[in-house]
Structures are given as structure tokens and as C-alpha cells.
């Protein structure tokens, strides 16, 4: 691959001849066309697809989430690159079926702010769950006013919510209250705190499976 200022043919996007040009980051880049390969695919590449396949398809979903709460860009890696690279190696199992997501290893956030302390979950009414925990602001990169965050997942809807609260760390609980498609379901349930202002995240925590 190679990177080109304007030159004889200016920036341009597509394939032309053996070269496919296109912009990325702001670059205009060069790289070989693609070839299509005629040797036929081993278990062990299709095994790798398939698990690709998985993490990707559970996690584009929160795409735009993971922008926000799985760390920064490095280099060309950005945070829902993060993710996929931890999730592939981290959070996915391969079972008689398949691969399919291992929900206690699953993160929603990854970063240096402090953690959720203590979390407890209860049914506290019909189709409403819960979740207190104890304040913890007095440790090093915890404040009162990170805002908590949960992601609920409902696998046979195949389904996420997430619900950004009002709640903030010092307030120590949150009540969730489900729309009528989640009722019924069980779902799973991360928690984080984030602190906009410092562009700060913590690694969540499983809080476990729940029937709404």
C-alpha cells in the first residue's frame, strides 16, 4: 500500500488497472488490486471466519457506543477495532454449533476510570430491574458525577438496549424500566461508568442474567 499527493491523476477512488485507489484517514491511497485465490479454504480459515463473523455480528450493533467508551484511536486502530480484537480473543466460544458469544466476558467499556463497586441487582416491580452500588469516589480516577450506563442484551430477540441514566456515581442506584419487547425475555446486563468532561471510561462489569 502507498499513500500520494496529487499528482498526474490527482486523488481518485476505484480500481484502475492493477491498482485500487482510495482515501483513508484523509490520505490518498494506493494498493494492488485483489486477487482472487483458487486454493480452496482450510477448516482452520473457515473456523476463524465463522468466529469473525460471530463478534462482528453481535457487536455492530453498538458500533457507535464502543466509538465512545472502548478507548482511543492508536494509530490506525480504532476503538471498535478494540473491541473486536478483545472480543475475538476474549469473549467468543466455540461450542458443538458454532462459535456463539460468551456474555461474562463481554465488555461494553474498556479504560482507566474507575470501576462499578459492589453492584447489586434486584426485580424491584413488573418488568423493572434495580442496580445499586456503592459510591467509591473518594479513590483515584472515580468522581461523584460519572454518569452510569447500562447495555441489556435479549438473545432470542437478538436484541440490544442501552440506557445512558441519569444516575451518577455518588447517587449509588439506578431503576430500569423495559419497553413491552423485552418483556418476558431474559436478558444480560453489563454496567460502566463514563465521565464525558475527561472523555473516560470503565471497564464494565457482567452483572449477570435477568427475566424482565
Request: with cysteine; hydrophobic share 40%.
Amino acid at each position: 500500500m502507498a499513500t500520494f499527493n496529487d499528482g498526474i491523476l490527482g486523488g481518485f477512488s476505484g480500481k484502475v488497472g492493477a491498482v485500487v485507489g482510495s482515501n483513508w484517514r484523509g490520505k490518498n491511497v494506493l494498493r494492488s488490486a485483489p486477487r482472487k485465490s483458487t486454493k480452496p479454504i482450510s477448516a482452520a480459515q473457515q473456523r476463524q471466519r465463522d468466529k469473525f463473523k460471530c463478534v462482528l455480528q453481535f457487536l455492530t450493533p453498538l458500533k457507535a457506543l464502543l466509538t465512545d467508551t472502548f478507548g482511543a484511536n492508536v494509530g490506525t486502530k480504532t476503538p471498535f477495532n478494540n473491541a473486536m480484537s478483545y472480543h475475538m480473543k476474549e469473549a467468543v466460544k466455540h461450542t458443538a454449533t458454532g462459535f456463539t458469544m460468551d456474555y461474562s466476558k463481554v465488555l461494553v467499556g474498556m479504560g482507566g476510570l474507575c470501576g462499578l463497586a459492589q453492584p447489586l441487582v434486584q426485580p424491584v416491580a413488573t418488568h423493572a430491574l434495580n442496580i445499586t452500588w456503592e459510591d467509591n469516589s473518594t479513590q483515584g480516577l472515580a468522581y461523584p458525577t460519572d454518569t452510569f450506563l447500562v447495555v441489556v442484551y435479549a438473545p432470542l430477540l437478538q436484541r440490544f438496549d442501552y440506557f445512558i441514566t441519569d444516575s451518577l456515581r455518588e447517587t449509588t442506584g439506578c431503576l430500569l424500566d423495559f419497553q413491552a419487547s423485552f418483556y418476558g425475555e431474559t436478558v444480560h446486563l453489563w454496567a460502566t461508568f463514563t465521565n464525558r468532561s475527561l472523555a473516560l471510561t470503565a471497564t464494565s462489569r457482567y452483572l449477570g442474567a435477568f427475566v424482565i
